[in-house]
């Protein structure tokens, strides 16, 4: 890669940046690995349209129905029968649902469970999943034994007859248990995952050559060995975008989770279902939504496995 | 590397050892039992009490569970509370079904999303790439039983070219190649609607791992070295990059005992996953034991074949 493309790349107001090749010791100082990694994010792209559009969305949810008048998702506006399953309107843009609510209102309602579920279960499940998996594929021997048994024995016990059980003792319902309780469910590919990448990554030169500057395992394990597992943990981490929202439908189903009339994107879709022939509008909106929602993220996730991955050239 | 195999199957009979009293536990922890959940809810006490004893559901836990172990080790799993059948032949009946679309489904997905995988990394951003990832955003996104009946609208009620549901053409008896033929196309349907589910998934984390190993130094030299693309590919990248892909497809794969619940709802396919829920909410307590320790061993199986994998695709694996 020769300077003069270099110098053509626009300046991201670093002068120093045609220097890279030439004094990489001088650059170093002046940008952080963090620094590093968030402007490799900013030039990608696809990456920010995703970053824009999980903001938007965030705030439909979130702002929409502060400055909107669609602020009442239980709110029975139209009482006449015949009129109920209204298709587009200025007044309802989405429509109204089978009881004459405002399907605006209840996706922005929605949204505030379903994002909120979907992502905080998903970092819980990737920060336990990749813990587990880095001790028990760095370490190996009885740890890994210990590890991984115990998650062959969470992954044997299937999600139904847990939440049939639970449904009769766990009657709280609120939004804390059924994070921790998707949680509880979506930990374990991630833990297998990264043990798998722990145990080829470990055996590796850089490994080695950090253990001989007298490197210790933590550092080794979450300094050195874990960016280079970072594909697939993020790809684990987009897909269960989507799967705790679909999972979220399937607690609320046991009576878990949000319970009518309240509503979430997962609990719109299989409400919606019943109506798809009358009003494909109701099951449209939500889906869509969701389909938004995991489309962003994962362009997001991309951006971010490019720009943590070590062997990124820069544009 | 024998050793290791040894170790870990004894490690996974103590396992499913340990399991059974706890799934036995969790079953019984279930609310209601059989006898308030399958007969006349008007039963007085006394008849509900005769049922309990019928069913021997009366004596306490310990006795229950060793005299259910004692059977269940030479091969008796007891009968079904509702059809009085035996459960093996309950499920002789049934996991032939889930492993045939199971299987059908793993091959067609695992040839796709490597496929979809290698070729999404090699072309990385590039129009192909975010075309492949779009559809394969579609097929995370979508409901698995909205994409059920969208297929049974789009071939069966439209086009009219496959059946909906389902396993075999009623009240007809075919020559055996054609009832082969006519069990296919029942089976065509189920088989591609579960097939996208995994090809989404597994190919997302095979692009992801693709990219990762071509920028390897090893693969420069390679090329340099002028080994052909294809063989590139394949010796070298994807031998590499399939670490992942192995533990997703055996985790996935490890749930075919348990079923796919929905799919086989959507389309009337008799397997283990509508069998699950049917004796879940009935309280079939022998049916629902053995099909949890069954799915116990194809989980336990699978991790086990997974991590033998590790180590023939990448040698530098060592379990010490």
């Given amino acids: 890669m020769d300077i003069s493309e270099r110098l053509n790349v626009p300046s991201t107001g670093e002068e120093i940046e045609p220097f890279l090749e030439v004094t990489p010791q001088l650059v170093q100082q002046r940008r952080s690995q963090g620094r590093i990694i968030f402007d490799r994010f900013i030039r990608n792209r696809a990456a920010i349209v995703g970053a824009i559009f999980l903001i938007l969305l965030f705030l439909f949810c979130f702002v929409g129905p502060l400055v909107t008048t669609h602020n009442q998702p239980d709110q029975i506006h139209v009482t006449d029968v015949a009129q109920t399953l209204a298709g587009p309107s200025w007044q309802f843009p989405f429509g109204t649902d089978d009881t004459g609510r405002d399907m605006m209102a209840r996706a922005m309602a929605g949204g505030q469970v379903s994002l909120l579920i979907a992502l905080i279960s998903m970092f819980m499940a990737v920060i336990v999943g990749v813990s587990i998996g880095a001790f028990a594929g760095f370490y190996g021997g009885i740890i890994d034994t210990l590890l991984m048994r115990f998650t062959d024995v969470i992954l044997s016990v299937p999600l139904y007859l847990l939440l049939f059980v639970l449904s009769a003792s766990f009657t709280d319902g609120s939004p804390k248990s059924v994070i921790l309780l998707i949680s509880f469910f979506g930990w374990q590919y991630a833990a297998r995952l990264v043990r798998g990448e722990f145990l080829s990554l470990r055996e590796r030169e850089y490994v080695l050559a950090a253990r001989t500057i007298g490197a210790k395992g933590f550092r080794i394990m979450f300094r050195h060995i874990l960016p280079n597992a970072a594909g697939p943990i993020i790809v684990n981490a987009t897909l269960l975008i989507g799967v705790n929202i679909i999972l979220e439908s399937v607690m609320s189903y046991f009576g878990f989770g949000i319970k009518p009339p309240n509503s979430s994107w997962g609990t719109l879709v299989s409400d919606g279902q019943g109506f798809f022939d009358v009003d494909p509008l109701l099951l449209m909106v939500p889906a869509l939504l969701i389909f938004f929602t995991v489309l962003s993220v994962n362009l997001v996730g991309d951006g971010l496995r490019d720009a943590l991955d070590p062997y990124m050239t820069e544009r | ?320």
């Fill in chain 2, 1 to 320: 590397m024998g050793r290791y195999i040894i170790r870990r199957l004894l490690q996974a009979l103590l396992l499913l050892a340990l399991l059974s009293v706890g799934m036995f536990l969790l079953i019984h922890a279930l609310p209601g039992g059989p006898e308030q959940v399958l007969f006349n809810p008007r039963l007085s006490a006394a008849g509900r009490a005769a049922i309990r004893a019928r069913f021997g559901l009366d004596q306490p836990l310990y006795i229950q569970y060793l005299k259910w172990l004692g059977n269940a080790l030479v091969g008796d799993f007891g009968f079904s509370f509702v059809t009085n059948q035996p459960v093996s032949e309950l499920l002789t009946e049934r996991f032939p079904a889930t492993l045939e679309l199971f299987s059908f489904a793993l091959v067609l997905a695992l040839i796709l999303a490597i496929t979809i995988g290698v070729i999404s990394a090699v072309r990385q951003g590039s129009v192909t790439d975010y075309g492949l990832t779009t559809l394969s955003y579609f097929g995370i996104a979508m409901p698995v039983f909205l994409l059920g009946l969208f297929a049974q609208n789009i071939f069966g009620v439209w086009l009219h070219i496959l059946p909906v549901s389902g396993t075999s053409t009623l009240g007809f008896t075919y020559d055996p190649f054609n009832a082969f033929l006519d069990r296919f196309e029942h089976l065509i349907l189920p088989m591609l609607v579960l097939a996208v589910s995994f090809i989404a998934g597994w190919s997302r984390y095979m692009r992801a791992s693709m990219i990762e190993v071509s920028k390897q130094d090893y693969m420069r030299t390679a090329r340099a070295k002028g080994v052909a693309p294809v063989p590139l590919l394949i010796r070298h990248a994807l031998r590499n990059a399939v670490i992942p892909l192995i533990t997703v497809v055996a985790l996935d794969f490890g749930q075919v005992a348990g079923g796919a619940t929905i799919t086989e709802g959507v389309f009337a396919w008799p397997g283990m996953g509508l069998l699950f829920l049917d004796s879940l909410t009935n309280r079939d307590f022998p049916v629902l034991l053995a099909m949890l320790m069954i799915s116990a061993v194809f989980v336990i199986g699978f991790n086990l074949i997974a991590d033998l994998l590790y180590g023939v695709m990448d040698p530098r694996i060592r379990y010490s």
